[in-house]
C-alpha cells in the first residue's frame, strides 16, 4: 500500500461543461484524504488533460463530466494518454454519466467510473486500492 | 419559547433558528411590521403591484432547448400550444462560450444541452411562426450575451416587431457565471462593460427589454446559503449599477428593467421569506443607496425557478412532488415568472412529457389551487413575518460584510467566493451522504435499483451537429463577406476605443457574422478569463457565515 501522502491526482473538466460544483467537491474530498492532487479548472481540451497529467506526473487521471459529451472526449483522450505513456496509470470518470455509458467508458479504459450519487469516500478508496 | 429546552434544535440552512412557536412577541422582536407595507407600494415586501396575480398570473417559461433551431422551434410551439405564456431558450455550450458549431474545440457539444446558434440565422428559424408581441422569450446567454441580445433584436426588428415596445430577458449576469455555471469568456473587467453596454443600449434601443437578469440561482446552486444567494446577487447588481451610473445614466433610465433569477429548493417558510425579504430589502437599496425616484427601479422583478439543486438522480419520480412545492412556493412569494427543472433532468434534456408535467403543475396553481386570487396570502403569519425581518437582517449583514472585504467583483476576481460557496457544496455533500442533512430517497426511504422508475434518454446524434455546421457554411457562402469584414473590423476598433459595443455587434450580427467570429474579435482585445482556483476556506470555523 502507497502512502496516500503520493497519490498525485490530475483532475480535470473536460469540453465546455461549466457545471464544477461536483467537481470541486471531489477535489475537496481528495485533499481531505491527504492526496496531492491538481486540479486544471474548466475548458479543458484532450491535450491539455494529458500535457496536466504529463506535468504533474499523475497516477490518477480524473475527469468531471455534467454537459453529456464525455463519450466523444474519452474517446479522443484514450489514444492521446496512451501515446504519452499513461496507458497504465489509473483513469477515473465521474458526473453524469447515464447508466447506458458506463460499459463503454470502462471499455475506453476508465477503470472508474462514478456516475452522480456516488459517495465521496467510494471514490478515494477505489483509487487508493485501484493504484497501478 | 427557549431553545434550550426544546427537544432538537433546528437552524434553517442560513443558519437562522427556528423556534416551535411564533407569537406577536416574536415579531416585534424582529423589528414588527415596520418592512411590511402594502402591495404595489414601498417597500414591496408583500409584492411589486397592488393585485398581484389577480391582475395577471405569473408567467410560465420552462427553460427548453437543444439540437438546431428547428428542433427547438418545435419544442417551442408544443409548449405554446399546451399554454406556456414565455419561453427560456437553453443555448448549447459552444454558443454559450463564443464558439462556432465548425470549431475544433466544439466538437461533441453542438446541439447537445441546448439549441446550437452560429449566426442570425438561427434566430429566424427558432422563432418562425412566434408573435413576439404575446410570448416573451427570455435567453440563458451569459459570456456570449452581447451577441445574442443583437441577434434577438436584429431579428424582432427584421420581423417588423417595433423595439421600442418589444419585450423579453436576457440573462447576461457575468459575474455569478465566474461563480457557478462557468459560460464566461473575457476576464473580469471588459466583461463588465459589455454588460453595461448592453444596459446602456436597451434602454435606448429596446426600453422594455430586459438586458440583465441577475443570478443568485446559480451562486445558491453551487453552494451558497438562501440569504447568501440573495445578498450576493443584490452585490452583483450594485456592480452593474454603478458600470452603467459611472457613465452618467441616471439610475431611473436603467434600473426599472434590471430583473432577478433565483432558486427554489428546501425548506418552504425559508424561501418565502427569502424573497419578501428580498423585495423590502432591494426596494431600499435602490431608494435609499441610489436615490432612485421611480416604483418599477425599486421592484424586485424576478423569476423563480424550482432548482436543479433540490432534485435527485434517485427516485426520480418524486422530483414530480419536489416540482409541485417549488411552484407552490414560487406563488407564494410573488414571483413575475415561474420555472421548473424536470423530474427527468437529473438524468437528462427533459422529455415532452415532463415538460407537460412541470408546465401543467404551474397551471394547477392558477386553476384549481387558488393561488392567483389573492396577493401574498402568508403575509401576516407570525413565523413568516418574524422570519422575513431576520433574513432580511441577515442579507443585509452579508452585504456590508462583502462591501468590507472589498466588494463582490474584488471577491470573485481573486476566487474567494468561489472557495467559500465550494467549502459549503462540500460541507452539504458530507452531510446529505452522513444523513445529517435528510434527503429523502438518497440518505432516508431508499429503494433498491429494481423498483427505480425507468426515465427516457434524450436521443444526441451526430448528424444534428452535421447539419448545423453545413448550414452555417452555407450562410458563409451567402453572406456579403466584405460586409462582414468591415463589420468585424469595427467591433475591434470599438473594443480597443472604449466607446458602446453594441452598434458594432448589432452592424455584424445582421452581415449574418458569426458568434464565433464576434467572439474571436473581442478575445483579440480582451483576453480570455483566468478562472482564480482557490481550494481554502477549509477550516469550519471560517465558515461562520
Same mark, same amino acid.
Given at each position: 500500500?502507497?502512502?496516500?501522502?503520493?497519490?498525485?491526482?490530475?483532475?480535470?473538466?473536460?469540453?465546455?461543461?461549466?457545471?464544477?460544483?461536483?467537481?470541486?467537491?471531489?477535489?475537496?474530498?481528495?485533499?481531505?484524504?491527504?492526496?496531492?492532487?491538481?486540479?486544471?479548472?474548466?475548458?479543458?481540451?484532450?491535450?491539455?488533460?494529458?500535457?496536466?497529467?504529463?506535468?504533474?506526473?499523475?497516477?490518477?487521471?480524473?475527469?468531471?463530466?455534467?454537459?453529456?459529451?464525455?463519450?466523444?472526449?474519452?474517446?479522443?483522450?484514450?489514444?492521446?494518454?496512451?501515446?504519452?505513456?499513461?496507458?497504465?496509470?489509473?483513469?477515473?470518470?465521474?458526473?453524469?454519466?447515464?447508466?447506458q455509458?458506463?460499459?463503454?467508458?470502462?471499455?475506453?479504459?476508465?477503470?472508474?467510473?462514478?456516475?452522480?450519487?456516488?459517495?465521496?469516500?467510494?471514490?478515494?478508496?477505489?483509487?487508493?486500492?485501484?493504484?497501478? | 419559547?427557549?431553545?434550550? !429546552?426544546?427537544?432538537? =434544535?433546528?437552524?434553517? %440552512?442560513? &443558519?437562522?433558528?427556528?423556534?416551535?412557536?411564533? /407569537?406577536?412577541? @416574536?415579531? $416585534?422582536?424582529?423589528?414588527?411590521?415596520?418592512?411590511?407595507?402594502?402591495?404595489?407600494?414601498?417597500?414591496?415586501?408583500?409584492?411589486?403591484?397592488?393585485?398581484?396575480?389577480?391582475?395577471?398570473?405569473f408567467?410560465?417559461?420552462?427553460?427548453?432547448?437543444?439540437?438546431?433551431?428547428?428542433?427547438?422551434?418545435?419544442?417551442?410551439?408544443?409548449?405554446?400550444?399546451?399554454?406556456?405564456?414565455?419561453?427560456?431558450?437553453?443555448?448549447?455550450?459552444?454558443?454559450?462560450?463564443?464558439?462556432? !458549431?465548425?470549431?475544433? =474545440?466544439?466538437?461533441? %457539444?453542438? &446541439?447537445?444541452?441546448?439549441m446550437?446558434?452560429? /449566426?442570425?440565422? @438561427?434566430? $429566424?428559424?427558432?422563432f418562425?411562426?412566434i408573435?413576439?408581441?404575446?410570448?416573451?422569450?427570455?435567453?440563458?446567454?451569459?459570456?456570449?450575451?452581447?451577441?445574442?441580445?443583437?441577434?434577438?433584436?436584429?431579428?424582432?426588428?427584421?420581423?417588423?416587431?417595433?423595439?421600442?415596445?418589444?419585450?423579453?430577458?436576457?440573462?447576461n449576469?457575468?459575474?455569478?457565471?465566474?461563480?457557478?455555471?462557468?459560460?464566461?469568456?473575457?476576464?473580469?473587467?471588459?466583461?463588465?462593460?459589455?454588460?453595461?453596454?448592453?444596459?446602456?443600449?436597451?434602454?435606448?434601443?429596446?426600453?422594455?427589454?430586459?438586458?440583465?437578469?441577475?443570478?443568485?440561482?446559480?451562486?445558491?446552486?453551487?453552494?451558497?446559503?438562501?440569504?447568501?444567494?440573495?445578498a450576493?446577487?443584490?452585490?452583483?447588481?450594485?456592480?452593474?449599477?454603478?458600470?452603467?451610473?459611472?457613465?452618467?445614466?441616471?439610475?431611473?433610465?436603467?434600473?426599472?428593467?434590471?430583473?432577478?433569477?433565483?432558486?427554489?429548493?428546501?425548506n418552504?417558510?425559508?424561501?418565502?421569506?427569502?424573497?419578501?425579504?428580498?423585495?423590502?430589502?432591494?426596494a431600499?437599496?435602490?431608494?435609499?443607496?441610489?436615490?432612485?425616484?421611480?416604483?418599477?427601479?425599486?421592484?424586485?422583478?424576478?423569476?423563480?425557478g424550482?432548482?436543479?439543486?433540490?432534485?435527485?438522480?434517485?427516485?426520480?419520480?418524486?422530483?414530480?412532488?419536489?416540482g409541485?412545492?417549488?411552484?407552490?412556493?414560487?406563488?407564494?412569494?410573488?414571483?413575475?415568472?415561474?420555472?421548473?427543472?424536470?423530474?427527468?433532468?437529473?438524468?437528462?434534456?427533459?422529455?415532452?412529457?415532463?415538460?407537460?408535467?412541470?408546465?401543467?403543475?404551474?397551471?394547477?396553481?392558477?386553476?384549481?389551487?387558488?393561488?392567483?386570487?389573492?396577493?401574498?396570502?402568508?403575509?401576516?403569519?407570525?413565523?413568516?413575518?418574524?422570519?422575513?425581518?431576520?433574513?432580511?437582517?441577515?442579507m443585509?449583514?452579508?452585504i456590508?460584510?462583502?462591501?468590507?472585504?472589498?466588494?463582490i467583483?474584488?471577491?470573485?476576481?481573486?476566487?474567494?467566493?468561489?472557495?467559500?460557496?465550494?467549502?459549503?457544496?462540500?460541507?452539504m455533500?458530507?452531510?446529505?451522504?452522513?444523513?445529517?442533512?435528510?434527503?429523502?430517497?438518497?440518505?432516508?426511504?431508499?429503494?433498491?435499483?429494481?423498483?427505480?422508475?425507468?426515465?427516457?434518454?434524450?436521443?444526441?446524434?451526430?448528424?444534428?451537429?452535421?447539419?448545423?455546421?453545413?448550414?452555417?457554411?452555407?450562410?458563409?457562402?451567402?453572406?456579403?463577406?466584405?460586409?462582414?469584414?468591415?463589420?468585424?473590423?469595427?467591433?475591434e476598433?470599438?473594443?480597443?476605443?472604449?466607446?458602446?459595443?453594441?452598434?458594432?455587434?448589432?452592424?455584424?450580427?445582421?452581415?449574418?457574422?458569426?458568434?464565433?467570429?464576434?467572439?474571436?474579435?473581442?478575445?483579440?482585445?480582451?483576453?480570455?478569463?483566468?478562472?482564480?482556483?482557490?481550494?481554502?476556506?477549509?477550516?469550519?470555523?471560517?465558515?461562520?457565515?
Amino acid at each position: 500500500m502507497i502512502d496516500a501522502r503520493t497519490i498525485k491526482v490530475v483532475l480535470a473538466k473536460p469540453g465546455l461543461d461549466g457545471h464544477d460544483q461536483g467537481a470541486k467537491v471531489v477535489v475537496r474530498a481528495m485533499l481531505d484524504a491527504g492526496f496531492d492532487v491538481h486540479y486544471t479548472g474548466l475548458r479543458q481540451t484532450p491535450e491539455q488533460v494529458v500535457a496536466a497529467a504529463l506535468r504533474g506526473n499523475a497516477d490518477v487521471i480524473a475527469l468531471s463530466s455534467m454537459a453529456g459529451s464525455h463519450l466523444p472526449f474519452c474517446t479522443r483522450l484514450k489514444p492521446l494518454l496512451e501515446q504519452a505513456g499513461l496507458g497504465a496509470r489509473l483513469w477515473v470518470i465521474g458526473g453524469n454519466l447515464p447508466a447506458q455509458d458506463h460499459a463503454a467508458l470502462r471499455a475506453l479504459g476508465f477503470k472508474g467510473v462514478f456516475p452522480s450519487g456516488s459517495r465521496l469516500d467510494a471514490i478515494c478508496d477505489f483509487i487508493r486500492e485501484n493504484l497501478p | 419559547m427557549k431553545s434550550e !429546552s426544546l427537544v432538537r =434544535l433546528v437552524r434553517n %440552512e442560513s &443558519g437562522l433558528p427556528i423556534e416551535p412557536l411564533y /407569537t406577536a412577541a @416574536d415579531l $416585534e422582536a424582529s423589528g414588527g411590521t415596520a418592512m411590511l407595507g402594502q402591495p404595489g407600494k414601498y417597500p414591496f415586501t408583500r409584492g411589486i403591484h397592488p393585485q398581484m396575480y389577480r391582475k395577471q398570473p405569473f408567467t410560465m417559461r420552462q427553460y427548453t432547448g437543444f439540437g438546431n433551431a428547428a428542433d427547438t422551434n418545435r419544442r417551442f410551439k408544443y409548449l405554446i400550444d399546451n399554454g406556456q405564456t414565455g419561453l427560456n431558450v437553453a443555448f448549447d455550450l459552444p454558443t454559450q462560450c463564443g464558439i462556432d !458549431s465548425d470549431d475544433p =474545440l466544439a466538437e461533441g %457539444e453542438v &446541439g447537445r444541452v441546448g439549441m446550437a446558434v452560429d /449566426t442570425l440565422r @438561427d434566430f $429566424e428559424t427558432a422563432f418562425d411562426g412566434i408573435d413576439l408581441d404575446k410570448i416573451t422569450v427570455s435567453l440563458t446567454i451569459n459570456g456570449a450575451a452581447a451577441c445574442l441580445i443583437a441577434m434577438y433584436l436584429a431579428m424582432a426588428e427584421k420581423r417588423g416587431f417595433d423595439l421600442k415596445r418589444l419585450r423579453g430577458t436576457a440573462q447576461n449576469d457575468i459575474l455569478k457565471e465566474f461563480v457557478g455555471r462557468g459560460t464566461w469568456v473575457f476576464p473580469v473587467q471588459p466583461s463588465i462593460r459589455l454588460v453595461g453596454d448592453t444596459i446602456e443600449y436597451c434602454a435606448e434601443h429596446a426600453p422594455k427589454y430586459s438586458p440583465v437578469s441577475v443570478c443568485g440561482y446559480h451562486i445558491r446552486e453551487s453552494g451558497a446559503t438562501p440569504t447568501q444567494e440573495m445578498a450576493w446577487a443584490f452585490c452583483i447588481a450594485r456592480a452593474y449599477a454603478d458600470e452603467v451610473i459611472r457613465r452618467g445614466m441616471p439610475v431611473d433610465e436603467f434600473a426599472g428593467r434590471l430583473s432577478y433569477n433565483f432558486n427554489i429548493f428546501g425548506n418552504l417558510f425559508e424561501q418565502v421569506a427569502k424573497f419578501r425579504a428580498g423585495r423590502g430589502l432591494w426596494a431600499k437599496i435602490m431608494k435609499e443607496e441610489y436615490g432612485a425616484q421611480q416604483p418599477g427601479s425599486m421592484w424586485l422583478r424576478m423569476i423563480a425557478g424550482g432548482g436543479g439543486g433540490g432534485l435527485t438522480l434517485e427516485q426520480p419520480e418524486n422530483n414530480i412532488v419536489r416540482g409541485a412545492y417549488y411552484a407552490l412556493i414560487a406563488a407564494l412569494s410573488g414571483a413575475q415568472t415561474m420555472a421548473l427543472c424536470c423530474y427527468d433532468e437529473a438524468y437528462t434534456i427533459p422529455s415532452e412529457y415532463a415538460q407537460r408535467i412541470s408546465l401543467r403543475t404551474m397551471q394547477l396553481l392558477v386553476e384549481e389551487m387558488g393561488l392567483a386570487d389573492t396577493v401574498d396570502p402568508l403575509g401576516g403569519s407570525y413565523y413568516v413575518e418574524t422570519l422575513t425581518n431576520r433574513m432580511r437582517d441577515e442579507m443585509e449583514r452579508i452585504i456590508h460584510e462583502t462591501d468590507a472585504a472589498g466588494g463582490i467583483v474584488a471577491l470573485i476576481s481573486d476566487g474567494t467566493i468561489q472557495s467559500r460557496v465550494s467549502a459549503q457544496a462540500y460541507r452539504m455533500q458530507r452531510a446529505i451522504e452522513s444523513g445529517a442533512f435528510p434527503k429523502v430517497g438518497v440518505n432516508r426511504y431508499r429503494s433498491d435499483g429494481a423498483e427505480q422508475h425507468e426515465v427516457e434518454m434524450h436521443p444526441y446524434g451526430l448528424d444534428d451537429a452535421r447539419a448545423q455546421i453545413a448550414s452555417l457554411q452555407g450562410v458563409r457562402e451567402q453572406r456579403d463577406a466584405s460586409a462582414v469584414a468591415r463589420a468585424l473590423a469595427r467591433v475591434e476598433t470599438d473594443a480597443r476605443g472604449g466607446v458602446n459595443l453594441m452598434p458594432a455587434i448589432v452592424e455584424a450580427v445582421k452581415a449574418y457574422a458569426s458568434v464565433g467570429e464576434i467572439t474571436r474579435r473581442l478575445v483579440g482585445v480582451f483576453g480570455r478569463y483566468v478562472e482564480p482556483l482557490r481550494f481554502d476556506h477549509r477550516d469550519p470555523a471560517e465558515q461562520a457565515t
